[in-house]
């Protein structure tokens, strides 16, 4: 069987844990296959709202395995809180939960070092979630870092210090102002570790692809977004690893022909948090009513996310890069009551009028060229079938298949896992 993708198509948030959660019914196996605990994914159903940072949406259902792949840094501290926060829900987590030993790990020292990086940057700030994601990813690409599977290895602890010791000197030379206390925070460490270790490790690419062989349906789980990507974003204000669907073969090992469906999701706006560029930002009421209704505040974080109309020039770029073959579109139900509403069709780059995404979106080179469309003033919130779909919305949803050329095949309207209709 092929493997499926889920991916964002903006700057995150756009709703993946909610949508991978409504699809678990149909995979067996749900695998992240990079980011780390920078990622906030967000769960609703029975009154119950759920957020999860490194394990896979797909956890709450029981006959599905779920794996962290290679391509994730994993807190072991984070991880270990995150397993406490399931524990209500008596989930038979060793069974269901399996880590690739060649996932690296995110050390305490990666959490200071993120911070003084970001504290010697000043106003050129990336707004990084400060959970220590590009100092990983930096020790991974230059070879210096710990994997999972070095945990059952003799040396490890060795290795362990020496990268530390390195990681306290490089934190003087930033010369930012970080008070810690790396016993403390160690010791948190340690013991965290030892949960981690209480879970199955796997070689999760042999595993898949035995998984593969034996029919099981698998859909890998991205986390952030397309603009966030390491080489295809908004460069420097980008996450460490690549988000878009080429991630998904590296971060499990899963070959290139073997992608089925690609789902691009994203929101029927725009929401980013953190620093960078966003040319269709809003800083008026229409903004802050989204914010509002949306309640677009950062599930990782808790920092209010920046809203602004649809890029659609954007999403397009998104929808190239990552092949998308389906789209989800998320929360219609924030933008019912907008009279008329503006969807970015072009920029204007450096006097030019253009359709694709440049190499720099930066204020002083683009400007965004919208189209008005008319809005729709219905509460979708209770809709549950594609029949209920106000005519407003319909168009929305025409317009943005025709000039995307992919179909919409999942409005979400609140949510909750009910609150998904499929066209
Ligand atoms: P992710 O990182 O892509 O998983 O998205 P987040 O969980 O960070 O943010 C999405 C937010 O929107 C969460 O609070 C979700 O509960 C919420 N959400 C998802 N889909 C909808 C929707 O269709 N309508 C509304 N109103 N909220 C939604
Ligand atoms: P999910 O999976 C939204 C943003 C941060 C910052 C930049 C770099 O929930 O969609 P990092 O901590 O990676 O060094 O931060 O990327 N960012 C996200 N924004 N959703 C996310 O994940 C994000 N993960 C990172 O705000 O601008
Ligand atoms: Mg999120």
Redesign the pocket.
Known sequence: MAVDLLL?LQW???????IVDVLTKDYNIIARFQGGPN????L?FDGI?H?LHTIPSGIFHKDALNIVGNGVVIDPVIFKKELDQLEKFNLDIKNILYISRKAHLILPTHRLLDAASEASKGKAKIGSTLKGIGPTYMDKTGRNGIRVGDLEMKNWKDKYRALANKHVAMIDFYAAEIEYDLEELETEFFAALKVLKSLPFIDSEEFIYQAQKDGKTILAEGAQGSLLDIDFGTYPFVTSSNTTAAGACTGLGVAPNQIGEVYGIFKAYTTRVGSGPFPTELFDEDGETMGRV??EFG?TTGRSRRCGWLDLVALKYAVQVNGVTQLMM?????LSGFKKLKICTAYNYQGNTITHLPYNIEEHNVSPIYTEVNGWQEDLTKMTDASQLPKGLNDYIDFLEKELEVPIKIV????DRT?TIHR
């Open positions: 964002g995150g948030d756009e709703g993946k844990g909610k990622a906030g994914h967000t609703e709202k957020v949306g309640n599930a998320m929360k219609g139900d924030v979400s309207v609140g949510p609150q």
